[in-house]
Nanobody, 113 residues
Framework: QVQFVESGGGLVQPGASLRLSCAAS????????MGWYRQAPGNQRDLVAQ???????SYANSVKGRFTIARDNAKNTVSLQMNSLKPEDTAVYYC???????WGQGTQVTVSS
C-alpha cells in the first residue's frame, strides 16, 4: 500500500523557518523523483520543489532561494526546509512521488503575524 505521511507544519510569523518531513512507504523510494506540493484555499495544487533519485533539485520561482528539498534514501524520507517564510506561503503542503496517483493527508503551514 502506497503511503505518504507529511509532518512538521504549524503557525509561524513572517520571516520564520519550518522544516517539513515526509515518510514514504509502499514504493521503491530510491528510484522515484519526489515532490513537495502546496494548495492554498481557492487555488490549485502546485509543485513547489522536486528531487530526482540522484539528488538533482528544482524549485518553483516563488520559493527559489528560500526552500530546500532533500531526501534520505536509507530512511525513505524527504524533507522541505522553508526559510524566510511569507504569508503567501500559507497552504496545505503535500509530498508524493511525482509519478504516483496517491496523496497523503498534507500538513498545514500558516504564516501570519
Amino acid at each position: 500500500q502506497v503511503q505518504f505521511v507529511e509532518s512538521g507544519g504549524g503557525l509561524v510569523q513572517p520571516g520564520a523557518s519550518l522544516r517539513l518531513s515526509c515518510a514514504a512507504s509502499g514504493i521503491r523510494f530510491s528510484i522515484h523523483t519526489m515532490g513537495w506540493y502546496r494548495q492554498a484555499p481557492g487555488n490549485q495544487r502546485d509543485l513547489v520543489a522536486q528531487i530526482t533519485p540522484g539528488g538533482t533539485t528544482s524549485y518553483a520561482n516563488s520559493v527559489k532561494g528560500r526552500f530546500t528539498i532533500a531526501r534520505d534514501n536509507a530512511k525513505n524520507t524527504v524533507s522541505l526546509q522553508m526559510n524566510s517564510l511569507k504569508p503567501e506561503d500559507t497552504a496545505v503542503y503535500y509530498c508524493k512521488s511525482v509519478a504516483s496517483i496517491y496523496w497523503g493527508q498534507g500538513t498545514q503551514v500558516t504564516v501570519s503575524s
